[in-house]
C-alpha cells in the first residue's frame, strides 16, 4: 500500500528558527508536493518537486525553500520561521503522467511558531 | 486560473441519510477528479478518482459522478454512519500547466447517532 511519512505529527518552534520538516514516500514516485492549510483558505501548494533536484514554485514559496536529493525524500525548510508560518503542512506524492496518477498524502505536520 | 467551489461548506444530519457533496470547477479541461477525506487534525485520504473519461466511480457506499463538460462533481454517500463525519474535499487536476490539481475548501460533515 502506498505510504507517505512526515517525521513529526506536532512541532513548536521558536521564531527565527531554522525548522525542516521531512517527508518520505515508499512507491517510487517522481512527483513530490508540499502544501500548508489554514482554516478559511484551504490549501495552498508551497511548492512541488518533479524529479530529483528539481523544484518549483507553488503559489506560496516566500519563507520557505525545499530539497530533493533523493527520489524518496522531500524536505521543506524555513530559514527562519515566523509565526506567521504556525499552519498545519501536508506533504504528497504521485507518479508522473498528466493522465491519470492519483495524489497520496502524509498525516500533516502541526507547526507552531511562538 | 481553475477554481473549485463546494458546496455545503458545512452539513450536520442524522445517521442514515443518503447525502449529496457537490464540487463544482471552472475549467473542464481536466484529466482527472479526486475526492479526498479529512479527518481533524490529520493527513488526506484519497476516496475515488474519476478519470475525465468516466461518468462515474463507486467504493461501498461511495459514488461519486462527474459532468466535466457543466464542471461539476458530485459525491453520493448512501447510509450515512457516525464515522463519515469529517471534511470532504474535491480536487480537479487540470491538462494543461503544471498539471497539479487544484483543491476546493471542503464540505465539512458531521452525522450525529
Known amino acids: 500500500d502506498v505510504k507517505v511519512t512526515q517525521s513529526s505529527r506536532y512541532l513548536v518552534k521558536r521564531t527565527g528558527e531554522k525548522v525542516f520538516l521531512e517527508c518520505v514516500q515508499d512507491m517510487d514516485h517522481e512527483n513530490m508536493f508540499w502544501y500548508r492549510q489554514d482554516p478559511g483558505l484551504g490549501l495552498r501548494l508551497i511548492y512541488f518537486?518533479?524529479?530529483?533536484?528539481?523544484?518549483e514554485k507553488g503559489d506560496i514559496p516566500e519563507g520557505y525553500s525545499v530539497s530533493r536529493e533523493k527520489k524518496e525524500r522531500f524536505s521543506l525548510i524555513l530559514e527562519s520561521a515566523s509565526t506567521n508560518q504556525t499552519s498545519m503542512y501536508l506533504c504528497?506524492?504521485?507518479?508522473?503522467?498528466?493522465?491519470?496518477?492519483?495524489?497520496?498524502f502524509g498525516n500533516g505536520t502541526r507547526l507552531t511558531v511562538t | 486560473k481553475q477554481e473549485v467551489t463546494q458546496i455545503p461548506a458545512a452539513l450536520s444530519v442524522p445517521e442514515g441519510e443518503n447525502l449529496v457533496l457537490n464540487c463544482s470547477f471552472t475549467d473542464s479541461a481536466i484529466y482527472n477528479l479526486q475526492w479526498f477525506r479529512q479527518d481533524p487534525g490529520k493527513g488526506l485520504t484519497s476516496l475515488l478518482l474519476i478519470q475525465s473519461s468516466q461518468r462515474e466511480q463507486t467504493s461501498g457506499r461511495l459514488n461519486a459522478s462527474l459532468d466535466k463538460s457543466s464542471g461539476r462533481s458530485t459525491l453520493y454517500i448512501a447510509a450515512s454512519q457516525p464515522g463519515d463525519s469529517a471534511t470532504y474535499l474535491c480536487a480537479p487536476k487540470p491538462k494543461g500547466g503544471s498539471y497539479i490539481p487544484t483543491f476546493g475548501r471542503g464540505t465539512s460533515l458531521i452525522v450525529h447517532p
Open positions: 504528497a506524492s504521485s507518479l508522473t503522467g498528466p493522465g491519470g496518477p492519483p495524489l497520496h
Open positions: 518537486s518533479y524529479d530529483v533536484k528539481m523544484k
